[in-house]
């Protein structure tokens, strides 16, 4: 088994920042892609920013030149640095991980969420 929990959410004005984190635990062998998902009311959640284990990172066009994914391979964590936040970034933020376990099972793990509000 393999879980992934999320931090960092707050209040921030616009023009602020924060940092996520993503800690994933359990059985595991490789972390193989890690994506951050947001999702604001009455809107589906969509994909911001995602890594690979070969450190290959894309975001999402809303996002890009603002939001940084990096990862700590030693503590399994995933971090999401949001600078310059906007109203529009206001959401709740999801951490999903494709992850091997020894064994070689692999699991698709979601966080519970974490809100971000950013105020005008």
């Known amino acids: 088994q393999v879980q992934v929990v999320e931090s960092g959410g707050g209040l921030v004005q616009a023009g602020g920042s924060l940092r996520l984190s993503c800690a994933a635990s359990?059985?595991?062998?490789?972390?193989?892609?890690v994506g951050w998902y947001r999702q604001a009311p009455g809107k589906q959640r969509d994909l911001v920013a995602r890594i690979t284990s070969a450190g290959s990172t894309n975001y999402a066009d809303s996002v890009r030149g603002r939001f940084t994914i990096s990862r700590d391979g030693a503590k399994n964590t995933v971090y999401l640095q949001m600078n310059s936040l906007k109203p529009e970034d206001t959401a709740v933020y999801y951490c999903?991980?494709?992850?091997?376990?020894?064994?070689?099972?692999?699991?698709?793990?979601w966080g519970q969420g974490t809100q971000v509000t950013v105020s005008s």
């Open positions: 999903n991980a494709d992850i091997t376990a020894w064994g070689f099972t692999t699991y698709d793990a």
């Open positions: 359990g059985n595991i062998f490789r972390i193989n892609a």
